[in-house]
């Protein structure tokens, strides 16, 4: 089995990520922060992945603090792991530290091959 195949919560990284207060707490207003620069391994070749995350999140009482976030990303530049389990950990992180009432991360990878991937992961609070 390889590092990251099964989305955990309290990953080891995410004592990275930090928040503050949200201001606006009865409103539902979008946050959209994109990613250009994430990069990962490739669990099978030992090779990089670039990819460029968006995240889209509707804040309840925090707000992700961006030099945080930018810290806890850079973690995963050296970890072999597939597309598909660093979104879904990196979501799980997410909503587990920040706590927002909806959130969608989208992935989307560099062809490697001839072949790109967009990986789309979302969580919503129950009411």
Same mark, same amino acid.
């Given at each position: 089995?390889?590092?990251?195949? *099964?989305?955990? #919560?309290?990953? #080891?990284?995410?004592?990275?990520?930090?928040?503050? &207060?949200?201001?606006?707490?009865?409103? &539902?207003? $979008? *946050?959209?922060? @994109?990613? #250009? =620069?994430? !990069?990962?391994?490739?669990?099978?070749?030992?090779? %990089?992945?670039?990819?460029?995350? *968006?995240?889209?999140?509707? %804040? &309840?009482?925090?707000?992700? =603090?961006?030099?945080?976030?930018?810290?806890?990303?850079?973690?995963?530049?050296? @970890?072999? +792991?597939?597309?598909?389990?660093? !979104?879904?950990? +990196?979501? &799980?992180?997410?909503?587990?530290?920040?706590? %927002?009432?909806?959130?969608?991360? @989208?992935? $989307?990878?560099?062809?490697?091959?001839?072949?790109?991937?967009? +990986? !789309?992961?979302? $969580? @919503?609070?129950?009411?």
């Amino acid at each position: 089995m390889f590092q990251g195949e *099964i989305a955990v #919560p309290g990953t #080891p990284f995410q004592d990275q990520l930090e928040c503050f &207060d949200n201001s606006f707490p009865n409103r &539902d207003y $979008h *946050i959209e922060i @994109e990613c #250009p =620069e994430f !990069t990962s391994m490739c669990p099978k070749t030992g090779q %990089p992945d670039f990819g460029t995350l *968006i995240f889209r999140y509707v %804040p &309840d009482q925090k707000c992700v =603090e961006l030099k945080s976030l930018k810290l806890y990303l850079q973690k995963f530049r050296n @970890e072999g +792991i597939f597309y598909e389990n660093v !979104t879904n950990r +990196i979501l &799980d992180d997410f909503v587990l530290i920040v706590n %927002p009432r909806s959130v969608t991360l @989208e992935s $989307h990878w560099g062809a490697r091959g001839g072949i790109s991937s967009v +990986i !789309t992961v979302s $969580h @919503e609070k129950t009411k």
